[in-house]
C-alpha cells in the first residue's frame, strides 16, 4: 500500500537541505507520494542515488514570482521531462582536463561553477558524448550521493548555457533578450540571469537555451 505524504515525510529528516532538487522535505515528500522512487534522493535515508526523469509543473501552478529573497523573475526553466535534472552546457577551467580524464556519456562529475556566483557544488551526469575539441560536456545536475558512489572531480567550471522547458512566462520570450528567470530545481531558489538564444516549441512547451548566466 503506498503511502501518504504525511506517512513520508514522518520518516525525512526535516533538514529542508535542498540536496535532494526539491525546496523542502514536504515538497519531496508530496512528489514521492506519487513517485516512490524519488525518496533515493533523500542521501539521509542511506538509500542509493536516483537519476529518475522530473516532472514538470503543473499547469495551473500557483507561481509567486518571486525567489527567496524577493526578488521579481520572468520566467521559470524546468528540466526536460526525459533528462534525470536540469541541464547545463560547461567547460572546465582547463578544457584539457576533459580528454585528460577520459570523460565518457554516463560518468558522474563534480565541480563548482565560476563567474556566476553560486557557491554551490554540482554534481551531474554526462547525457552526451564529450566534445574533445573545445573541452564541452553537458550534464545533468543530480542528487549529491551520486558523487558520493562514484563521481569524480573536474574543479571550477564555466556555464555556458542552461537548457530547458518553459512553460510558465509573465511575457513573450524574445530572442537577444535578457531575461531574470528561476531554474526549478535550484538549491539556493535564487533568481538567474540570461539571454535567451534559442526558442523553439515543443509538445509540452518551449525548448529555451539562456546564455550568459549570472546569479543577479
Known amino acids: 500500500m503506498a503511502e501518504s505524504v504525511q506517512e513520508i515525510?514522518?520518516?525525512?529528516?526535516?533538514?529542508?537541505?535542498?540536496?535532494?532538487g526539491f525546496?523542502?522535505?514536504?515538497?519531496?515528500?508530496?512528489f514521492a507520494a506519487a513517485h516512490p522512487d524519488a525518496l533515493k534522493r533523500c542521501i539521509y535515508l542511506g538509500q542509493?542515488?536516483?537519476?529518475?526523469?522530473?516532472?514538470?509543473?503543473p499547469a495551473d501552478a500557483d507561481i509567486t514570482w518571486k525567489d527567496m529573497l524577493g526578488r521579481e523573475y520572468?520566467?521559470?526553466?524546468?528540466?526536460?521531462?526525459?533528462?534525470?535534472?536540469?541541464?547545463?552546457?560547461?567547460?572546465?577551467?582547463?578544457?584539457l582536463n576533459v580528454e585528460r580524464l577520459a570523460v565518457r556519456k554516463g560518468d558522474v562529475l563534480y565541480g563548482r561553477?565560476?563567474?556566476?556566483?553560486?557557491?554551490?557544488?554540482?554534481?551531474?551526469?554526462?547525457?552526451e558524448e564529450p566534445d574533445y575539441l573545445n573541452g564541452v560536456i553537458v550534464w545533468c545536475i543530480v542528487g549529491l550521493m551520486a558523487a558520493?558512489?562514484?563521481?569524480?572531480?573536474?574543479?571550477?567550471?564555466?556555464?555556458?548555457?542552461?537548457?530547458?522547458?518553459?512553460?510558465?512566462?509573465?511575457?513573450?520570450?524574445?530572442?537577444?533578450?535578457?531575461?531574470?528567470?528561476?531554474p526549478?530545481?535550484?538549491?539556493?531558489?535564487?533568481?538567474h540571469s540570461g539571454l535567451v538564444n534559442a526558442v523553439a516549441k515543443?509538445?509540452?512547451?518551449?525548448?529555451?537555451?539562456?546564455?550568459?548566466?549570472?546569479?543577479?
Open 202 to 216: 515543443r509538445e509540452n512547451g518551449m525548448r529555451v537555451r539562456v546564455e550568459g548566466i549570472w546569479i543577479a
Open 23 to 30: 525546496r523542502t522535505c514536504a515538497g519531496l515528500a508530496e
Open 148 to 182: 558520493r558512489e562514484r563521481g569524480r572531480e573536474i574543479g571550477h567550471y564555466h556555464i555556458i548555457a542552461y537548457e530547458g522547458i518553459v512553460r510558465h512566462a509573465r511575457q513573450e520570450l524574445q530572442i537577444g533578450r535578457r531575461y531574470f528567470f528561476l
Open 113 to 127: 561553477p565560476v563567474m556566476t556566483g553560486c557557491p554551490v557544488t554540482h554534481v551531474g551526469v554526462v547525457v
Open 74 to 95: 520572468d520566467f521559470v526553466l524546468e528540466p526536460f521531462p526525459e533528462d534525470p535534472g536540469p541541464r547545463e552546457i560547461i567547460v572546465p577551467l582547463n578544457p
Open 48 to 57: 542509493p542515488a536516483t537519476m529518475a526523469p522530473v516532472t514538470l509543473l
Open 184 to 191: 526549478r530545481l535550484c538549491m539556493m531558489q535564487s533568481r
Open 9 to 20: 515525510l514522518a520518516r525525512l529528516p526535516g533538514k529542508d537541505c535542498g540536496q535532494c
